[in-house]
């Protein structure tokens, strides 16, 4: 078996596209939408994801605003910033870029953001109406990869699913969000004695980690979905050549870079035995941004109904 590709690119225009027409409405009528995103620190990743979360931002029609504060930032400061962006009438979703430095209160920050301004879904009552099966914002990759599947017609109903990882940004609420729609989800993490077996009954294979290639051909039931949620790093000739053949592109990226993106999925093997795989890059990860906004955009809604 080949794997057909699950690109996020269509997926994300398709989101894109629809958010762009909510934000024009919105703005005609005076209520453009509007993302602030507080970033502490100088983490590169962290600065970019945040300098993509704007320019989408910027394309969409949508107003957004990145608040910079340096890495000694402490608790209190960072607590009057959001509860500041949570009086104005102007921003409807507040974003802060985790992780924050290690001497920073990161879940009371979280739980001073509004839950009406909650757009990453990370806020306690934001789960909570996660659990309940209630509406509220819901973490933007896990919500984006039930779009992919519901865009490439990928069932969901009565299958069994596996998901690698039990974050509370990823695994937790995408083994709530398929267990919502009948699936039977196993959640598997580094104490599931034999992994790879739970994981080669599962028609949906989530796989976040978070380590290099950890899902080889033994964990991948033949005709499965595998959602590779991870974002790593190889940097060998060997290592490329193992993970991708001999993919010139992929030579290239770490002669020229010193290295390549890699999932949590060994792509050879996936391409071989599923029937849908999501290609790092290109898979989920612009997902996240087009879910960003559309949760940006029903706060707005929200805040003018
Ligand atoms: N760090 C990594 N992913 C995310 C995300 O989706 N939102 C925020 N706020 N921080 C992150």
């Given at each position: ?5 699950l690109l996020a ?5 398709k989101i ?8 024009r409405?919105?703005?005609?009528k005076?209520?453009k ?20 979360k ?23 400061p ?28 990161s879940p ?15 806020h ?21 990869i ?9 069932p ?19 083994s ?8 039977t ?11 790879a077996?739970v ?5 949906i294979?989530?796989a976040?980690?978070?380590?290099t ?19 790593n ?7 490329v050549?193992?993970?991708f ?36 890059p ?8 087009a ?15």
């Open positions: 078996m080949t794997a057909r590709l690119k269509p997926v994300a225009e894109q596209a629809e958010v762009a027409e909510i934000a409405h919105l703005t005609e005076g209520h939408p509007g993302l602030a995103a507080v970033l502490v620190g100088n983490d590169p990743a962290s600065h970019t994801y945040v300098g993509s704007v320019k989408t931002c910027q394309n969409l029609g949508l107003h957004s605003e990145k608040i910079e504060l340096p890495t000694e930032t402490t608790t209190e960072l607590l009057a910033v959001v509860e500041d962006l949570n009086r104005r009438s102007d921003i409807h979703g507040i974003l802060v870029q985790m992780p924050l430095p290690s001497h920073i209160d009371a920050i979280i739980r001073a953001i509004h839950p009406d301004k909650d757009v990453d879904g990370f306690p009552v934001s789960a909570g109406r996660l659990v309940l099966k209630q509406d509220g914002f819901v973490a933007c990759t896990p919500a984006g039930i779009e992919m599947l519901a865009f490439y017609d990928i969901i109903r009565g299958t069994r699913a596996a998901i690698l990882g039990r974050s509370t940004i990823v695994g937790l609420p995408m709530l969000l398929l267990l919502h729609r009948d699936a989800v196993t959640i598997c993490h580094s104490r599931t004695p034999d992994i077996r994981a080669r009954e599962a028609d294979l989530v976040a980690i978070g380590r290639a950890f899902v080889t051909e033994d964990f991948i039931r033949e005709g499965a979905t595998v959602i590779d949620v991870g974002i790093r190889v940097s060998t000739p060997e290592d050549a193992e993970y053949g001999d993919d010139e592109k992929r030579r290239a990226d770490v002669e020229k870079k010193g290295y390549s993106i890699i999932g949590d999925v060994h792509p050879r093997h996936a391409v071989e035995r599923a029937a849908n795989f999501t290609p790092v290109g898979g989920v990860g612009p997902l996240t941004i879910m960003l906004m559309k949760n940006t955009v029903r706060a707005a809604e929200r805040s003018v109904r």
